[in-house]
């Protein structure tokens, strides 16, 4: 059996929390833009043999363990209306980790990820938990300056990945980072 979690995506609306769950899991970008009403479910193995040796906390022992067993994973995109997020809020619980994602291109939902991280720690406790900014293959309309998103990041002490699902750019490096920490603090 398999190491098993779950982990929330989480952010406002049109962020491109489940473009880039389709991404990473399917390798596709959807055409267009269907909002996720309550939550979306997808499961996938995580294979992380390739990266395995960079887990700190682990020993040598379930090191070989998570190599040959693997990290099954369920991520639930969660809607992201803040006004009928309490429909949804059970599906915060027993989460291990979470993908907080926010829009390069759109500054207010950067300064709602204060918002969604309250909503993560009230429900789900102190779970390891990245931050990322999504949509860098539209960086010339870029509103959000690096200086202020490395302030927001340092305030929470969280890593930070820039992503695009379009492109596919550092996307698989920002779920496996996630994958890294979840069995980091299981140990």
Known sequence: ??????????GDPAVGKTSLLNRYIDDKFPDEYLPTVGANFLVTEVDLTSIIDKLEKLDNELKEKVKNKGLKIYFWDIGGQPDKLFANEYYFLDAVGAIVVFNLVDEESLKNLEFWISKLRELSGEVPFIIVGNKIDLSEGRKISETLIRKKVEEYGVEYHETSAKTNENVKKAFESLSIKILNNMA
């Open 1 to 10: 059996m398999s190491f098993r979690g779950k982990v929330v995506l989480l």
